[in-house]
C-alpha cells in the first residue's frame, strides 16, 4: 500500500517528442503528487505538483494528468529537448504522517 | 545563497566504521529530511526533523541516527557502517509541511561506499 509503481524504467524520443511517465498508488492518504528532476551527479529538484482535487496541471511544456479514481498520475512533457534529458520520479506524500514515497524512477533520453 | 550543502560528497569506509553526515540550509526551514537513494529503488526516507530538538523516524531508519541540535543542520550518523548503507544519501529541508508553494530543496548527495 506504501509502493508507487513508475513506468516506463527508460525511454527514449526524438526531439520535439511527447514522453509520457505514469505512476499508480494505492494508498489514499496521500495528498500530494510531485514530479522530480534529477540530473547525473544532482539533487532532484521540484519540477510540478499537483493535489488529488484537480485533474490536470501545466506549467510550461510540463503536463501533470491526474486521475484520482484510478489513483494514477502522468508526466507529459510537450516539445521535449534534448536538454530534458535526466531521471524524472514521481513521488506520493502524505503530509498529514509525513510519509513520502517516490516511485524508481524513469531515465529520459531526448535526441538532438 | 548555498541553499542545501551536504558535507562530505564522497567517502569510503570499512564494515563496522562510524561517520557522521553534515547537511546544512541557510534559508531558515523548519523542516529537515535524510533520504537513501538506491539504483532501481527511488528514494526512501530515513529520518526526518519537523524543527531544532525534533527528530522522528522515516521508512528505513535502522542502522542510523540524527540530531537537529541547531536550526539550520541535520547530522546523519552511522554507529557501525554495514554493506547495505552503501548509497548516495540526500538532504532536503522545506519551510513547513511540503506543497507547491512549500516544496523540498535537495542537496547534491554524498556518495557513500562500505567496503
Known amino acids: 500500500q506504501q509502493q508507487v509503481k513508475q513506468s516506463p524504467q527508460s525511454l527514449i524520443v526524438q526531439k520535439g517528442g511527447i514522453p509520457i511517465i505514469n505512476c499508480a498508488y494505492e494508498?489514499?492518504?496521500?495528498?500530494?503528487f510531485p514530479w522530480y528532476q534529477q540530473f547525473p551527479g544532482k539533487g532532484p529538484a521540484l519540477l510540478i505538483a499537483?493535489?488529488?482535487?484537480?485533474s490536470e496541471k501545466k506549467e510550461g511544456r510540463f503536463t501533470i494528468s491526474f486521475n484520482k479514481s484510478a489513483k494514477q498520475f502522468s508526466l507529459h512533457i510537450m516539445d521535449s529537448q534534448p536538454g530534458d534529458s535526466a531521471t524524472y520520479f514521481c513521488?506520493?506524500?502524505?503530509?498529514?504522517?509525513?510519509?513520502?514515497?517516490f516511485g524508481p524512477g524513469t531515465r529520459l533520453s531526448v535526441l538532438p | 545563497n548555498a541553499g542545501v550543502t551536504q558535507t562530505p560528497k564522497f567517502r569510503v569506509l570499512k564494515t563496522g566504521q562510524s561517520m557522521t553526515l553534515l547537511c546544512a540550509q541557510d534559508?531558515?526551514?523548519?523542516?529537515m529530511y535524510w533520504y537513501r537513494q538506491d539504483p532501481g529503488m527511488g528514494l526512501r526516507l530515513i529520518h526526518y526533523?519537523?524543527?531544532?530538538?525534533?527528530?522522528a523516524k522515516g521508512e528505513v531508519p535502522d542502522g542510523y541516527n540524527v540530531s537537529r541540535l541547531k536550526k539550520q543542520n541535520f547530522l546523519l550518523g552511522l554507529e557501525s557502517a554495514a554493506p547495505s548503507q552503501t548509497s548516495v544519501y540526500f538532504c532536503?529541508?522545506?519551510?513547513?509541511?511540503?506543497?507547491?508553494?512549500?516544496?523540498?530543496?535537495f542537496g547534491d548527495g554524498t556518495r557513500l561506499s562500505i567496503l
Open positions: 532536503a529541508s522545506a519551510s513547513s509541511r511540503v506543497s507547491s508553494n512549500q516544496p523540498q530543496h
Open positions: 526533523s519537523v524543527g531544532e530538538g525534533t527528530t
Open positions: 494508498n489514499t492518504a496521500f495528498d500530494y
Open positions: 499537483i493535489r488529488p482535487d484537480v
Open positions: 513521488a506520493a506524500f502524505d503530509n498529514y504522517g509525513q510519509n513520502f514515497v
Open positions: 534559508m531558515n526551514h523548519e523542516y
